[in-house]
């Protein structure tokens, strides 16, 4: 799918108005021109009628209707379209052990009812005298964009000891630690995994360091001050300006020696530590050494990390525990080559491996994308939510979607989908696009589906509906098609015309299915369908545009269809 140039031959006359005249000059012949990477391999014969010999394709499944050479061409355009990868087994985000279970867990948990007591009450006075001393320590300082001076950054040390109290309070009472961390000289920046909202207060008690955080905690009573004497690079994820300065401020305090190191958890989201997800390129775009550490949460009954499960379930659970295990291991300083300088994704790849090889799980192309994909997938009742994740680093690439993008073709997948079984059968599928029992409307069903024969899953609907929305003509086929339907030339597409299109893929399509096509497409309230309503909804069912493009063949082809 990537990188390939694909000679392909192309109807001219289905994508411009000049049909006649390239169609006069290059009857039965193939035109070749070079596409360089398209996600829609086309692959269409020039030829203005149907020669002597050629044989339309047989019926099958009990159609009774003979195909004709322009449903040929007009389905062959999109065949061949790619389908993204299997995505990995693993689910990065599950917690294993989501509620409380087994006779163990619940004596365990009653008995330590009054011990969550107390170490809330120990744990309310240490964060008091954390927030003393961290006034104190910012009294009257007011240059935010500078360091914070030695002396202020010592008196902060009363507060890193009380985020230790924090983490003993919540049952780490010992904390594993092999190997040492580098000095700031030697490496200004740390990556690390991101398991649990315990990482960032045990880094905060052993570092000391300036976290890229996101900008909502800045509100958080307490946090938000410890942020502030922390020097925080503050990120809003969905906001591509503010990304863009958090990088420029990466850069500029990991440069500065008078700044701590400065932590990237570079997952950008918490998972459950059995995979490393998709690393994001802000710690590795300044090309300096890195030290790479990772964190384990051993355990036997509780998952301490923070996936799918909510924050206040984590915390009760966690209070709850007699003892919880934390292990943190330093690796060595790695350093950027040359080539790595100037690229920085090879330089993450290379410091995402041996993280992963240390830990000894697997390399996943999952974002926080996918963890919203689940939890949207939940709230629309689908029994297999985690098979709703696409692995959003991939998708990003392959693709060009985004997280909302990919978000909405759910909305519609769940929609096609009543079973709520997480995957659409054919029946499903002509149901839910209003296509007509036939040919033609099976064919375009085999595009999606090419893995297992009569259904397809959430990947197979995602890769081909943005690899035919995404592709550089695509505006142009959608305005060729509304040319093509517009018999009459008004700018607008009457009923009558629109019927007259839809019979040419779906000879037998009910008259029921026509008004619901006019309903959807007409957006004038009766008058037509204009150029604009007839975009907007090629554009979110882009899987429709072979229906209106087999009116560009016929009319090439064909003598004009009476208006």
Not at 39 to 51: E, G, Q, R, Y
Not at 151 to 171: D, E, K, N, P
Request: proline share 7%.
């Amino acid at each position: 799918m990537e990188g390939a140039n694909l000679e392909t031959p192309l109807l001219l006359g289905a994508v411009c108005q000049s049909v006649d005249s390239a169609y006069d000059s290059a009857a039965h012949s193939e035109v070749y021109i070079t596409i360089s990477e398209e996600p829609i391999h086309t692959k269409l014969l020039v030829t203005s009628h149907k020669k002597d010999g050629d044989v339309a394709e047989e019926p099958t499944d009990g159609d009774d209707v003979v195909t004709s050479p322009q449903m040929q061409q007009a389905i062959s355009m999109f065949e061949n379209l790619p389908s993204l990868e299997r995505p990995s087994s693993v689910d990065p985000f599950k917690n294993k052990t989501p509620v409380i279970s087994g006779l163990y867990e619940w004596l365990k948990t009653m008995l330590c009812l009054p011990v969550l007591v107390l170490r809330l009450i120990l744990m309310t006075l240490v964060m008091l005298v954390g927030l003393v001393g961290t006034k104190a320590a910012l009294a009257g300082w007011r240059k935010q964009q500078a360091a914070l001076p030695r002396w202020r950054r010592s008196l902060m040390g009363v507060t890193r000891l009380c985020a230790r109290g924090v983490l003993f309070c919540f049952g780490f009472h010992w904390i594993k630690r092999t190997g040492q961390p580098a000095r700031r000289e030697i490496a200004p920046i740390v990556v690390s995994n991101h398991v649990c909202f315990m990482d960032p207060i045990f880094y905060f008690f052993e570092l000391f360091p300036s976290i890229v955080s996101s900008n909502s905690h800045e509100s958080i009573p307490l946090v938000g001050t410890v942020i502030q004497a922390m020097q925080v690079i503050p990120v809003d994820r969905l906001s591509p300006d503010s990304r863009k300065n958090a990088a420029i401020e990466i850069i500029r305090k990991a440069s500065c020696h008078d700044f701590p190191p400065v932590l990237l958890f570079p997952e950008g989201t918490t998972t459950n530590g059995r995979a490393l997800i998709s690393f994001k390129l802000g710690a590795f775009v300044p090309g300096l050494p890195v030290q790479p550490v990772v964190i384990r949460y051993p355990f036997v009954h509780f998952d301490p990390s923070w996936g799918d499960i909510s924050l206040m379930n984590l915390l009760f659970r966690m209070l709850t525990q007699v003892h919880n295990f934390m292990e943190v291991e330093y690796l060595p300083v790695m350093y950027p080559s040359l080539r790595e300088q100037s690229n920085p994704p090879e330089f993450a790849e290379r410091v995402r491996f041996e993280m992963a090889k240390v830990l000894n799980v697997p390399e996943t192309e999952h974002t926080h994308g996918d963890l919203m994909l689940s939890v949207k997938a939940q709230q629309l009742k689908m029994s297999a939510s985690a098979a709703m994740m696409v692995e959003m680093g991939r998708v990003e690439k392959l693709l060009q979607l985004s997280t909302k993008e990919v978000k909405e073709y759910l909305d519609k997948f769940a929609a096609m989908d009543p079973t709520h079984s997480g995957r659409v059968s054919m029946e499903q599928f002509m149901e839910s696009c209003d296509l007509q029992n036939c040919w033609f409307s099976k064919k375009i069903f085999h595009l999606f589906d090419k893995s297992t024969p009569g259904s397809i899953n959430f990947q197979e609907f995602v890769a081909v509906s943005a690899s035919i929305s995404k592709h550089k003509d695509f505006a142009k086929y959608v305005r060729s098609a509304f040319d093509a339907c517009d018999l009459g030339k008004k700018g607008y597409m009457s009923h009558q015309e629109l019927e007259q299109c839809l019979r040419l893929s779906m000879p037998t399509i009910s008259s029921h299915k026509v008004k619901q096509w006019s309903s959807k497409l007409d957006s004038c309230g009766g008058k037509g369908i204009s150029w604009e309503s007839f975009a907007v909804f090629l554009e979110h069912n882009p899987e429709l545009l072979a229906i209106f493009m087999l009116a560009t063949f016929h009319q090439s082809s064909q003598p004009p269809l009476s208006p």
